[in-house]
């Protein structure tokens, strides 16, 4: 879609504007129309979050989480203590997620239902998704298989996922 302000480039920001909690305009205009207005800046910053809506928003991620038994445990770079964390809801340094990593995979699978990321899947795509998992599966299986050397399940692994995707699902 092209620009509707200047005519030339593609348009490729969409902006909303809001009042009184109501859609006042939306329209989508290309980047330099976009800045040239103000909605944008040239060189944009990552987004900075205040420190304290950064801690409101991981401590309402944590509601209801309890101090685990191993409460008592510190981060060896910077001693940030566990209970600190829950407390304040960041990390001192890179080295506290090595030390805190039992906690946060239980943080975060209770934020994200889960610790693996599988991408979105549009419709047609889910039934193809599942057999990708069954195949990465058996590859896996297969590889473990050889590692092993059962040659006989080796074999059989190897035949399924011939079946499921010829020759070329060897790779």
Do not use: W
Not at 94 to 102: G, L, Q
């Amino acid at each position: 879609m092209q620009c509707p302000v200047c005519h030339k480039n593609l348009a490729s920001t969409h902006i909303i504007e809001v009042e009184n909690l109501e859609l006042a305009e939306e329209q989508y205009v290309c980047a330099a129309c976009a800045e040239n207005a103000g909605y944008v800046h040239a060189k944009s910053t990552p987004l900075k979050i205040p420190a304290e809506m950064l801690e409101d928003l991981i401590g309402g991620m944590k509601a209801g989480l309890e101090v685990p038994p191993d409460a008592g445990i510190t981060c060896p770079a910077c001693g940030l203590g566990l209970t600190d964390f829950l407390a304040k809801g960041r990390l001192g340094c890179p080295r506290c997620y090595e030390a805190f990593r039992k906690n946060l995979l239980n943080l975060l699978e209770r934020v994200h239902d889960g610790t693996s990321h599988r991408g979105k899947r549009p419709g047609k795509s889910a039934r193809l998704a599942g057999e990708n998992d069954t195949l990465a599966d058996l590859r896996s299986s297969l590889r473990d298989a050889i590692t092993a050397e059962n040659y006989e399940l080796a074999a059989r692994l190897r035949d399924k996922i011939t079946g499921i995707c010829g020759e070329e699902g060897l790779d």
